[in-house]
């Protein structure tokens, strides 16, 4: 298996500008999970989802930030219009979920997608 | 709230050193703690602790957890330069859903 992949990345933008990351699960894991991590937050749960559909999005930081899972291998994190605040690494990572307790919580991540936003 | 609480948040050492990193948590209905590595990429998996399972071990690496401290170490012995990495300790919230929560890692730097 590939793993999970990730791209662009890497992306510079400028501010106000559209930015969409994208995420391909490793296949058959039926959660998918966002994360963005900075020096100063370390890496916070953006959202995920369990069979396409999101299950907890409270961390996603305001309405400039969305995400989409339209079928069991892709998912994008778009923001719009993106700001510098935004700078930072963003890791998309999938698991199998609960079937039993064993390695449930395993979650493994693609190589992220590191934005700039200048 | 679900807290991570990960001591030092760097370290440096010589190799063949042996280094303690340390976590702390603070979770209801505790199901499951896990220990990451981090290098310039993404983090990779090492340990996962549970109630039935204490300690874990895998080479130079090893992991206890004290469920009723609320806390956990993981120890390096003999390090090499190639253990120079973020270590990041997560626990999946209250509640039992899948997510992690993360601490913010103790940067390990091992210098030759």
């Known amino acids: 298996d590939a793993g999970v992949i990730q791209s662009p990345r890497h992306e510079v933008t400028e501010m106000g500008q559209e930015v969409t990351l994208r995420c391909k699960p490793i296949?058959?894991?039926?959660?998918l999970f966002w994360y963005r991590q900075t020096m100063m937050r370390g890496l916070e749960l953006l959202i995920y989802?369990?069979?396409?559909?999101?299950?907890?999005d409270s961390g996603m930081p305001e309405d400039r930030f969305s995400a989409k899972m339209p079928n069991a291998s892709f998912s994008t994190l778009k923001i719009q219009p993106s700001e510098p605040r935004d700078s930072a690494v963003y890791f998309c990572a999938s698991n199998l979920g609960g079937r039993g307790f064993s390695g449930a919580n395993v979650l493994t991540f693609g190589a992220g997608s590191r934005l700039t936003v200048l | 709230e679900d807290k991570v609480v990960q001591s030092p948040l760097s370290l440096v050492v010589h190799e063949g050193d042996t280094v303690t990193l340390n976590c702390s948590y603070e979770v209801t209905n505790f199901r499951s703690l896990l220990w990451y590595k981090q290098e310039k990429k993404a983090p990779t998996f090492l340990f996962m602790l549970t109630s039935s399972g204490i300690e874990k071990k895998s080479g130079r690496l090893s992991s206890i957890l004290d469920k009723k401290e609320l806390f956990s170490i993981l120890n390096i012995t003999a390090t090499q330069t190639g253990d120079s990495a973020v270590y990041l300790c997560?626990?999946?919230?209250?509640?039992?859903?899948?997510?992690?929560?993360f601490g913010k890692g103790t940067k390990l730097t091992v210098n030759p």
């Open positions: 989802f369990n069979n396409n559909v999101p299950i907890d």
């Open positions: 997560a626990v999946p919230p209250q509640g039992g859903s899948e997510k992690l929560v």
């Open positions: 296949s058959g894991h039926d959660y």
